[in-house]
């Protein structure tokens, strides 16, 4: 069965009404399938219906739900509705206390220091890397580069440029 959510488009007391028309025009059309008879008063809506002046051609496909008022909310309502988002402390009222999953890791003390509390410090357990198959990407045997810069070292401007350009394959 195919669900058609077309009608979040439409103002609130039109969705009432456009769903309203489309469940009896199911049901009718449900009622038609089984066979069962029908009640004269259920063939013709009452004149004060808006579907009155519909033509049998322009009504619903048989396939078309309506949905309830919570997915059309969902779907481009203004009224919250399902959202499968995790919660803010401003969804729900103020006992809620996300925070950011950062705590202290010490103490301040009075004259400006911080003192360090071994106990709130995260410990990481080591495996034994003696027998271990995973490697690291990066080669053991690759010995550290050293630059080669002019007397003002490394932050030169000099330097700066010269890099630049080999970079960049400028002249």
Excluded at 32 to 57: C, F, K, L, V, Y
Excluded at 74 to 93: A, C, E, S
Excluded at 117 to 138: E, H, I, S
Aim: glycine fraction near 12%; charged fraction near 20%.
């Amino acid at each position: 069965m195919a669900f058609a959510l077309t009608l979040s488009y439409l103002p609130r007391n039109r969705i009432r009404k456009s769903t309203r028309n489309l469940y009896n025009f199911t049901s009718r059309q449900r009622q038609a399938e089984a066979g069962s008879p029908r009640h004269p008063s259920t063939d013709t809506p009452p004149a004060s219906h808006p579907s009155t002046n519909r033509t049998p051609s322009a009504a619903a496909p048989a396939t078309m739900v309506a949905p309830t008022r919570a997915l059309c909310l969902m779907m481009g309502g203004t009224k919250g509705g399902i959202k499968r988002l995790p919660l803010t402390p401003k969804q729900v009222n103020g006992g809620y206390y996300k925070g950011t999953g950062s705590g202290s890791m010490g103490r301040h003390t009075k004259y400006g220091g911080y003192i360090l509390d071994r106990r709130k410090m995260r410990n990481y357990v080591v495996p034994d890397l003696g027998d271990f198959k995973l490697t690291p990407f990066v080669t053991m045997k690759l010995e550290p580069s050293k630059g080669k810069f002019g007397k003002e070292g490394p932050m030169s401007g000099e330097a700066y440029l010269e890099r630049w350009k080999r970079m960049n394959g400028v002249n």
